[in-house]
T-cell receptor
């Protein structure tokens, strides 16, 4: 059974703290993603990684950084948490499939981390 | 840029009612289209997909047809169940290699017994 796991389901942090959200997948997928989910806005892509140590900014990267030292693990870092980063954070992974020009690769999602910044 | 617009919810239906959730998109090129579902307390999971115009995706009694002429991908089900209560997201493939997704805002579906 394929699996994407996230380190915490619920997290409460203080403004200014450094926060680490961890994601691990067991499917040997090349691609990994971090999204935030907010009511009325759907999912918005924060960062994307297509290989170890490779990353690409998504639509809302400000205030976030990422790390991918191993293929199975993708970390999202909030350098100095702020109240407007209170949200649900979802990690996903997908295969590179048949190659870079293959236009469809299903993304598999973790259960999410609900982060509250006070 | 690419974008997805979904009908606003929540949508509240009685069991066995017919369901339609509208989805329209704006995109360059020929994206693939998807419906994902999020059950309470869980992450998203793929419900169905269509990769080219006139394709019909189907799964668990849900269907959606890729309509290029109306840039739409409406989700339908003939008879909903209480267990279908969830949030439904329409999405399209994006990015240089099509391996990113652009999501709509999501539509909450509530089915009453």
């Amino acid at each position: 059974d394929v699996k994407v796991t996230q380190s915490s389901r619920y997290l409460v942090k203080r403004t200014g703290e450094k926060v680490f959200l961890e994601c691990v997948q067991d499917m040997d997928h090349e691609n990994m993603f971090w999204y935030r989910q907010d009511p009325g806005l759907g999912l918005r892509l924060i960062y994307f990684s297509y290989d170890v140590k490779m990353k690409e900014k998504g639509d809302i990267p400000e205030g976030y950084s990422v790390s991918r030292e191993k293929k199975e693990r993708f970390s999202l870092i909030l350098e100095s948490a702020s109240t407007n980063q209170t949200s649900m954070y979802l990690c996903a992974s997908s295969s590179a499939g048949l190659g870079p020009h293959y236009s469809y690769n299903e993304q598999f999602f973790g259960p999410g981390t609900r982060l509250t910044v006070l | 840029g690419n974008s997805v617009t979904q009908m606003e919810g929540p949508v509240t239906l009685s069991e066995e009612a017919f369901l339609t959730i509208n989805c329209t998109y704006t995109a360059t090129g020929y994206p693939s289209l998807f419906w994902y579902v999020q059950y309470p307390g869980e992450g998203l999971q793929l419900l169905l997909k269509a990769t080219k115009a006139d394709d019909k995706g189907s799964n668990k009694g849900f269907e959606a047809t890729y309509r290029k002429e109306t840039t739409s991908f409406h989700l339908e089900k003939g008879s909903v169940q209480v267990s279908d209560s969830a949030v439904y997201f329409c999405a399209l493939s994006s990015g240089k290699y099509g391996n990113k997704l652009v999501f709509g805002a999501g539509t909450i579906l509530r089915v009453k017994s």
